[in-house]
């Protein structure tokens, strides 16, 4: 299979990329063709012996970078979709066991390590589309890590995308970015296949799962100054 492995490293987060190839080079569907997608404002050079394709985007101050990450895929439409599958992770996460086929399915979310199977914490405002009622039922997702096949991939890409242009024209940006339209988009379109914390397990938590990628402690204050 042609799989795309979809990362965004802009200013300070570059600090992350190369330990991050590095370990998906080890442990990342290894039986697969691996095209990495590098989304930078910065000049890349990274060694890998996988394909590399650097995707230039703007930096644009906290929270853009994470919140305008569906915007920056649909809009890599045309060379997104001549991949089987695409998987999106966060730059600051490390492989460390290995992943493999148990994670390809149409539409793939990742439990996240503070509310398995939780309700955790959704957008309540009702003037946001990424709004969840209380009366609806749902599990909450990490948006570290999710995935599925480039078709229904980029058909979140674009609804979520569309749904956070309409909050920002209405002044919203909802209480977790660009997670709580994940987390909206799951509910009306429930992910086929559910990974659980061990795909974004983090670093020094106790929680009972296996790491297979770990999300690195990191000094927020500092990297989104
Ligand atoms: N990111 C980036 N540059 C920034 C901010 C964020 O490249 O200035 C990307 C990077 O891939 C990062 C992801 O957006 O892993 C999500 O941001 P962050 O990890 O800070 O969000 P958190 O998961 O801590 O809420």
Redesign the pocket.
Known sequence: MKIGLL????????Q?LQPFISSADEWFCKNHEITYFI??NEKVNIKSNRNIKIKKVE?K???W??LG?YKIFHESFEELSKMDYLYYS????RFCDFVGDEILSQRVATQHPGYFERRGTPETNPLSLACVRYDEKMQYFA??FNGGSSEEYLKMAKCISNNIDIDMLNNIIAI??D?SHMNRYFIDNPPTKILSPSYCYGEGMKIPFRPKLI?ID?N?AE??S
């Open positions: 990362v965004i490293a802009t200013n300070k987060y570059l992350f989304f930078s930096h101050p906290w929270p970078m994470t990450r966060d730059v600051d996460m948006g570290g977790w970015h997670e999300s990191k927020n990297l989104h």
